[in-house]
């Protein structure tokens, strides 16, 4: 049973820092693409960063200079760290998986939700202003 397991969501002040986690059971980190998606109350669900199963990764321009994503195979998690935040980055954070497709980089699948096959319940994320 693929599971996901989200973390580290809490309220803060604008220019504060989380760090959200993502614990991953029933397959291996290394293996899959992973990422981490937002929805604000009204609002669809937006992509905000996704990590290649070697490391690399990628960050929305929204939250690029203030966001990283990075992951620990050995223990099977994901990370972001949010600095600097806003009042604009309140939202439910959700940590997704998904098997890429040959010759597929995983940064491709970050424009929509529809391409992601595992999700977490989510962890909210509230910044004061």
């Known amino acids: 049973q693929v599971q996901l397991v989200e973390s580290g969501g809490g309220s803060v002040q604008a220019g504060g820092s989380l760090r959200l986690s993502c614990v991953v059971s029933g397959y291996s980190s290394s293996r899959y693409c992973m990422s981490w998606f937002r929805q604000a109350p009204g609002a669809e669900r937006e992509g905000v960063a996704v990590?290649?199963?070697?490391?690399?990764?990628s960050v929305a321009d929204s939250v690029k200079g203030r966001f990283t994503i990075s992951k620990d195979n050995a223990k099977n998690t994901l990370y972001l760290q949010m600095n600097s935040l806003k009042s604009e980055d309140t939202a439910m954070y959700y940590c997704a998986a998904r098997l890429p497709e040959p010759f597929t980089s995983c940064m491709r699948y970050i424009v929509s939700r529809r391409y992601w096959d595992y999700w977490g319940h989510g962890t909210q994320v509230t910044v004061s202003s």
């Open positions: 990590i290649e199963g070697n490391g690399t990764g």
